[in-house]
């Protein structure tokens, strides 16, 4: 289902209006974790004035340390909401498990599955089954060839509309977080007609890295890229190395618009 050759011209992904897939990147930005009302609002105002059409943000989050901030589970969901009234920016968040599915599928337009939970073969089936966009992230250590695969499970089901999120993978590289693979995004084009976004902030880690990052995935034909923004990394609860103030996220807009431009 997921093989180019079923659809030689690539397919497009409606989200409530918000085409991902087509000639311009759609991008999703926004904090890594839903932290309080007004870091949401004030990161989804600057992310939405800067061109960005969908807002990212946890509510839900797979922390390495169960000691580490969990996110604010539906109270987040409940913020991330509020800010889509307020800007009519699409939402995406995460969903970890099963047993949420109705409740998150609720309160969003994209339900992301994570890096960790590329494997987990039941929610991929659960997910398939409900009519909402997803995006699946790969995970940071599976080849192309089993991410295509677990997209297939949620495509298997009878929900089509799937994208895919390149973020990265574990390399023995130490100087960044993951190993942003570029490679993936051409490769996953050339096998698959489903939409691929780029995540320079997890896949680099560092957030000097991520506007380079951003336009080389775009050059490399991204349909789109998720990027972390926060409007004070250092206080952030999660992910602040990685995350852009909104003055630099704006200036990778422009870079991304001035790049689209060119052709
Ligand atoms: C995230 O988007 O914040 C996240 C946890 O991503 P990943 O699953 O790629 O680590
Ligand atoms: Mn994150």
């Known amino acids: 289902l ?52 969908i807002l990212r943000g946890g509510a839900f989050k797979p922390r390495t340390s169960p000691y580490s901030f969990q996110g604010l589970g539906e109270k987040g969901l409940e913020l991330l909401q509020l800010a ?19 409740l998150v599928a609720e309160y969003t337009d994209i339900i992301q599955i994570g890096s960790r939970n590329m494997k987990n073969y039941s929610l991929l089936k659960s997910i398939g089954k409900i009519d909402k966009p997803v995006m699946l992230k790969r995970g940071m250590a599976s080849p192309v060839k089993d991410w295509l695969l677990a997209a297939e499970y949620v495509m298997s089901q009878g929900n089509h509309r799937v994208m ?14 993951y190993t942003m693979d570029l490679s993936s995004i051409p490769l996953v084009k050339e096998k698959s007609h489903l939409p691929v976004i780029a995540d320079p902030s997890h896949g680099t880690g560092r957030w000097e890295l991520v506007i380079p990052m951003a336009r080389a995935a775009v050059a490399c034909g991204a349909d789109g890229l998720l990027v972390e923004v926060h409007p004070e990394p250092k206080k952030a609860l999660s992910d602040g190395p990685q995350s852009l103030k909104p003055e630099k996220f704006a200036r990778m807009m422009k870079e991304i618009r001035q790049l689209n431009e060119l052709d």
């Open 2 to 53: 997921t093989s180019r050759k079923l659809k030689p011209e690539g397919s497009v992904v409606d989200v409530d209006g918000v085409k991902v897939g087509d000639e311009t990147p759609a991008v999703m930005a926004g904090p890594c974790s839903v932290e309080n009302r007004e870091q949401l609002l004030q990161t989804a105002e600057a992310v939405k004035k800067a061109g960005a059409e």
């Open 164 to 177: 895919l999120c390149e973020r990265g993978i574990k390399t023995f590289g130490e100087d960044t977080r």
């Open 84 to 102: 889509r009234k307020k800007t009519g920016l699409k939402i995406v968040t995460e969903l970890m498990d099963v047993e949420h599915r109705d």
